[in-house]
């Protein structure tokens, strides 16, 4: 029984890793007809749209915990707006592959923030699982060159998607000081603050919100809203309870190879068997993580 428990923890984090890897997709066509802050702005709003009647149900109130309104505002500007805007402005001044990379070193910081805030224990066994994610999605960019990893050269883009991934490493870490406000009414104020925030910068940009667009951008922003904004922050918030900072942040280097994966089935992209062979060393590194967990809930604080 403790065993099934345990496989069972780790149920919302593989469900964030497929729907976060499977984004880029419709990300690239939200895109193409709204600004970067825009989409931001939208996706936010519509989580926090879809979140509000679900948690009023559930909770009679959408009052957050006591005393957690300035934790709920901190998370939510650092892990919302911040790690997105950050990303989205790396992804316009740097190179994909470099974004990938940096991006890929988010589990290694949250786990050495981890084991210094929060005393989580890292074995050596779950140290070199994360190392072997690592790795194998460094592999899997560079197409098994990972020595042109010592050969990147830095410019502002590189310090935005390495600012993110430190800003995801926090908003993690953070998200473990939660204690009164049940996860699925912390997301919603996460996505209501974001919106809130965005705004007012997207009306001031933009000159208006604007909602004009096809029906395939607008369909993206709303499955970004629903999908990668509702419902993969609140399995997420619920891993982070369940199995730790470090361990959760671990499985996120299995974005990219779902989102290959998906490119592959969706637009048809070929798959090489060097790629086949980088995906399993990540998903080998993912299982040593995983594997090395006490497979019991995490005492309350």
Not at 118 to 131: H, W
Not at 235 to 254: C, E, H, R, Y
Request: aromatic residues 8%; hydrophobic residues 50%; charged residues 10%.
């Amino acid at each position: 029984m403790k065993n099934e428990q345990g496989i069972h923890a780790f149920i919302p984090i593989i469900l964030v890793m497929l729907i976060w890897g499977s984004m880029g997709i419709p990300s690239t066509y939200a895109v193409e007809e709204f600004s970067p802050m825009t989409v931001l702005c939208l996706r936010s709003g519509v989580g926090a749209a879809v979140l509000l009647p679900f948690v009023w149900r559930r909770h009679g109130t959408v009052r957050p915990g006591k005393g957690e309104g300035l934790l709920l505002t901190a998370l939510s500007v650092i892990g919302v707006v911040l790690c997105n805007y950050l990303y989205f402005f790396a992804v316009q001044h740097t190179a994909l592959t470099n974004v990938a990379i940096l991006y890929a070193l988010g589990p290694v910081i949250t786990t050495v923030l981890a084991v210094a805030f929060l005393k989580e224990t890292a074995r050596q066994s779950r140290v070199l699982g994360i190392l072997l994610a690592f790795f194998g999605v460094a592999a899997l960019i560079t197409n098994g060159h990972v020595g042109q990893l010592l050969s990147i050269g830095f410019n502002v883009g590189d310090v935005a998607e390495f600012a993110s991934s430190g800003c995801l490493a926090v908003y993690t870490i953070l998200s473990r000081k939660l204690r009164r406000t049940p996860p699925d009414c912390a997301v919603f104020w996460l996505m209501a603050i974001g919106f809130v925030v965005t705004l007012p910068i997207v009306l001031v940009q933009e000159g208006g919100l604007s909602l004009r667009g096809s029906w395939r951008g607008i369909a993206s922003v709303v499955y970004l809203g629903v999908l990668c904004s509702g419902a993969g922050y609140l399995l997420q918030q619920k891993s982070i309870q369940t199995i730790g900072a470090s361990t959760s942040a671990a499985f996120l280097n299995g974005i990219s190879p779902i989102t290959i994966l998906s490119a592959a089935v969706i637009l048809g992209e070929q798959v090489t068997l060097a790629q086949v062979a980088c995906i399993g060393v990540v998903f080998f590194g993912l299982f040593l993580n995983a594997r090395n967990m006490t497979l019991v809930h995490l005492p309350p604080k």
